[in-house]
């Protein structure tokens, strides 16, 4: 498994990732809306990061200016394979290279190996929410200090 940065031609692949784990759980796919920064991920991100085996991208996160991480997610086959671990490690050195001291996470209340993934790394419950995406998901508020 390999992980870099990615650029605006594996929007299609990693829109194909996040696209299968939003099928795995019943969630809504707005490609026009909610999910239109996946049409060009280099440009609507800071930074951006993909997983791939075999040249193929199999998990995706993302930063964001003011410090969040957004967007991780891994193929269900590929779950337990170090991927998430990989790319939140990598999220987080963008994050300090950017001056950040704290990565900023919300994750929907459902994804409980990514919350148990995101308090190995340190990270700690700080509060939760009903976000404004198409499902009003219930989230957990955690905090990386970096």
Known sequence: MKVRR???????????????VYDEFGFTWEE????????????SYAAFYVAEVDS???GTAGLTERGSLERLYVLPETRGSGA????????ADEARRHGHNRLEIWSDKRFAAAHRLYERHGARVIGERVHHDPDSSH???LVLEL
Do not use: F, K, Q
């Open 32 to 43: 026009a809306g909610y999910h239109a920064d996946l049409r060009d991920v280099e440009a």
């Open 6 to 20: 990615a650029i605006a031609a594996d929007s299609p692949a990693v829109a194909a990732v996040v696209r299968a």
């Open 139 to 141: 989230e957990w508020g």
């Open 84 to 91: 998430g671990s990989a790319l939140l490690t990598a999220v």
């Open 56 to 58: 193929r991208i199999v």
